[in-house]
Structures are given as C-alpha cells and as structure tokens.
C-alpha cells in the first residue's frame, strides 16, 4: 500500500473535531515548509493528504502526520502508521537520501537511542538553527521514546540537510552503535 494511502486511511480514521484539530496543529507548526490555513480551511481529507505529500514527498508527509497525530492525542492512529516508514514504497535503495534513509531507520533510532544522546543531538540541532527554540521546548516535555520520535519526524520535516546533519552527529555521538552502522552514508 502506498504512503499516500497509508496517510488518507489514517485522516480518514479521525473524527469531524479530530480532523480539524490536525488541520489547525499542522498550520501552528513553524517550520519549513510551512503550511498555511488557507490551504487547508475547508479542504478535504482526500486534499490534505495530496498537500502533504506534494509539500514533503511520501516519507516525509508520513512522518509530519505521525507527529500531527501524536500531537492531537491520536497516538493508536500514529502506532498504525509507524511501521509504514520502515517500508517506503517509492525508493527501495535509501541509502543516497538522507530523509529515506534517516526514515528507513525511526523505529530502530526511537528504541535505541539513549536519553543523553539525544539531549546533546537537540542541542547541536539548536545550534545549527535546525530547531528553534519552540521546539527544543516541546521535546524536553517528551519522555525519551517520544522525544526520539518527535526529534526524527521533525528533522524529516526540515530536509534532507537536517537528516544527514542529524545522521552525522548521531554517529559521532555513538559511533559503536549498530544504528549507527546503518546509518554510515
């Protein structure tokens, strides 16, 4: 099943007040690109799911709605979809894309990843101006496995200069990890 489709079922799954709520919380973010409420107000589920994937390609628009529906308290929806980013559909080889290859890794990133590493991955993410301060916010409120999720799906959603800088410092970080082996680009 395509990403696409993936990403239209799940929208399909929320409630009338739940949509919306995505809709509204994927406008108030404040990265790039951005989405602005006029594309969304009055759109539907068919023509969000078209704008996500036209704005961030499909592991990206899979991993922004992930984050959207963990944010709206949708997290069986999100769970339903995790496993879709292991399994991209449009690029069986994601070694030469950071975003697919940073994607094809999230579940294994989310469960290995030490709580150290990854409060000195936000800071450097900070430093590059790769989070602003907003965000470096909302993952310190996360417990670690949902701020590995919150800081992948983030940097995703920045491009493929943020994946590879996070894949980077990943490894410098924990160079003898086994992840770390995947991610070697």
């Not at 036209?54 to 949708?74: H, P, Y």
């Not at 080889?93 to 990854?118: C, M, W």
Request: glycine share 4%; hydrophobic share 30%.
């Amino acid at each position: 099943m395509s990403q696409q489709r993936n990403i239209l079922n799940a929208l399909q799954d929320l409630t009338e007040e739940k949509f919306r709520e995505f809709c509204h919380v994927l406008t108030a973010l404040d990265e790039q690109p951005r989405v602005r409420t006029s594309e969304v107000e009055g759109k539907s589920r068919v023509k969000i799911t078209e704008l996500l994937v036209s704005r961030f390609g499909q592991s990206g628009a899979l991993s922004r709605t992930i984050t959207t529906l963990r944010d709206i308290g949708c997290n069986n929806e999100a769970e339903r979809l995790e496993p879709s980013l292991s399994r991209d559909d449009s690029s069986p080889t994601p070694r030469n894309d950071p975003k697919e290859l940073l994607s094809s890794v999230r579940p294994d990133f989310v469960k290995n990843v030490s709580g150290a590493v990854l409060d000195q991955l936000l800071d450097r993410l900070l430093r590059q101006k790769l989070l602003n301060k907003g965000e470096m916010e909302s993952a310190k409120q996360k417990g670690r496995a949902e701020k590995a999720r919150y800081v992948v799906d983030t940097v995703l959603g920045k491009g493929p200069k943020a994946a590879s800088f996070l894949i980077k410092e990943y490894c410098e970080l924990d160079p003898r990890s086994e992840l770390c082996d995947k991610l070697r680009l």
